[in-house]
């Protein structure tokens, strides 16, 4: 049996399914999204065909390799096979539209691409030069694994090697690319998680997508810990709840604009859920309502936690323990204690310190609001290729200034209360305003662009645009433009006409007065 490490050095994070592999070489360790069991053993040999495959496309140690495509056993096959060579993995929001796209392929500098086929004709016409190679995992990626030579080696790394570029949205126009060391998720992972033993540990439903933090790292510590992983494509509340019942999950993970679609999902009343263990929620501010209602909703043997971290502090830094959720549970004033802590996202963990600084980066007393700062050895190594924006987010001290507003009770349970800049978070995603506006402004007939967000109770925060434009040019013409340039999820879901907006006498936007006149304009 494996034990808890406490300090790890120099572990490639492909040893995280190296080292339960030979102990649980034929349990199950993955189902597919087609239902396909995988064993320990066969995903192991299949990494190693992987690996075999991109060595003789020429990756070594410090390559990119980009994925873009939904979750299946294939994905994982490129992450561990990159790995094993000490390259370094690039998955890819599969959301993105033309410009983001063009964007992560060439600012990641990726070698080889490993995509489906429904996404052929976006890379061939972004593709840069750079990018060497193209397989496709309904395509020529399946029988050139098979006939690869196997690479059996994990090589090593230093802790401080770069594992993975992990593409997150902030207020530049562009997504920056966060760089997360070996030595981070590996100490992460194997310090707060015992190895798989060959015991029955459950089945893990995982529906958040592999280019997320939450999702990598949730698989992650499944395999490592001897637990199946189940796959779902994608989030789907019907097909969530069926899986559940059909492959008897254990555990899961949910953003808040999943936990909410499924409550409002008719098979929910259908859905035996006795079978539920823990669910954890994170990735964006979960509605107090929401959150009480699954409460409500699910059977008091399911175990809920919140998870609170960010993607430049390698996923969970504050946990709100199931204990916390049980608000059924003590005395009158009691009950009300957790009601109040259902709005915090609870205590740092032990390898984690928090503090909250004013605008003078001064430490604030307990109960004030101010930026959240984080420390941990997990934080990340800085944003690919932007030293400025690095310099900005961590400090010499190697404290990350969060963006977050939040303060600390008396109890060392942190509440946020915003954010200290302008992102919107939409169903766990990060959207900057900055790169919605510059898009629209692309537009011939846009004369000016703002957007917002607005609280949202199903998806966390909605994009609302405020738009000048030329006379006689309608709002249609617009949302044509957004659903031909923009992700899904980025599109503004309303589009504003303002003859003007607030602007500073040096034509800066107000932004924060612009949020009124829209709550006022949508009633």
């Not at 999204?33 to 066969?42: A, H, R």
């Not at 923009?486 to 303002?498: G, H």
Request: proline share 5%; charged share 25%.
């Amino acid at each position: 049996m494996c034990r808890r490490v406490d300090i790890v050095r120099r572990v490639n994070v492909a040893m995280l399914i190296d080292l339960p592999s030979m102990i649980c070489f034929d349990q199950t360790a993955v189902i597919d999204v087609d239902g396909t069991e995988v064993s320990y053993g066969e995903l192991r040999a299949a990494i190693s065909q992987t690996a075999g495959l991109l060595s003789s496309l020429g990756v070594t140690a410090g390559d990119r390799v980009g994925i873009l495509g939904t979750n299946r056993v294939a994905f994982l096959e490129v992450v561990f096979g990159a790995l094993a060579l000490g390259a370094t993995v690039v998955p890819m929001n599969y959301r993105a539209g033309k410009d983001e796209a063009a964007h992560l392929i060439t600012d990641s500098g990726t070698k080889v691409l490993v995509a489906e086929s429904r996404y052929s004709a976006l890379i061939d016409s972004v593709r840069p030069a750079s990018l060497e190679h193209v397989l496709l995992f309904d395509g020529d990626y399946p029988p050139r694994r098979d006939a690869a030579e196997p690479y059996e080696l994990i090589e090593d790394v230093e802790d401080n090697s770069l594992c993975t570029l992990l593409y997150t949205s902030g207020t530049t126009s562009m997504p920056k690319g966060v760089m997360l060391k070996h030595g981070a998720i590996t100490g992460y992972i194997m310090g707060t998680n015992e190895c798989a033993d060959g015991e029955d540990h459950g089945r893990t439903l995982l529906a958040a997508p592999l280019y997320h933090v939450a999702g990598l790292t949730s698989t992650l510590i499944a395999l490592y810990s001897g637990r199946v992983v189940v796959m779902l494509s994608q989030f789907e509340g019907a097909t969530w709840l069926a899986a559940v019942g059909r492959h008897q999950i254990t555990h899961a993970f949910l953003v808040p604009t999943m936990l909410a679609r499924l409550l409002d999902d008719p098979a929910l009343s259908d859905t035996d859920l006795s079978c539920l263990q823990g669910v954890t929620y994170g990735a964006a501010p979960m509605p107090p309502s929401v959150i009480r209602r699954a409460i409500d909703v699910f059977p008091h043997t399911v175990a809920f936690s919140q998870s609170y971290g960010q993607t430049e502090t390698t996923a969970t830094v504050a946990v709100l323990d199931p204990d916390d959720h049980r608000i059924w549970e003590g005395s009158a004033e009691e009950q009300e204690v957790k009601l109040r802590r259902l709005r915090s996202v609870g205590k740092v963990l032990d390898d984690v310190e928090v503090q909250i600084c004013d605008e003078s980066d001064n430490l604030v007393p307990v109960n004030t609001p101010g930026e959240v700062w984080l420390r941990t050895f997990r934080s990340m190594d800085g944003y690919w290729g932007n030293p400025e924006k690095t310099r900005v987010t961590v400090d010499g001290s190697g404290w990350v200034h969060t963006g977050d507003l939040g303060y600390l009770d008396e109890e060392g349970y942190l509440f946020l209360s915003g954010r200290s800049g302008d992102m919107i978070i939409r169903g766990g995603e990060n959207i900057a305003p900055e790169e919605v506006e510059a898009v629209l402004y692309e537009h011939p007939d846009v004369i000016e662009a703002a957007v917002v967000g607005l609280p949202d109770e199903t998806w966390g925060e909605r994009v609302v645009a405020a738009v000048v434009l030329r006379p006689g040019v309608g709002t249609d013409v617009i949302a044509a433009y957004a659903r031909d340039h923009l992700a899904s999820f980025k599109r503004p879901e309303e589009i504003l006409i303002f003859e003007e907006l607030p602007r500073t006498s040096t034509g800066k936007l107000v932004r924060r007065d612009l949020v009124p006149l829209v709550e006022e304009r949508l009633g």
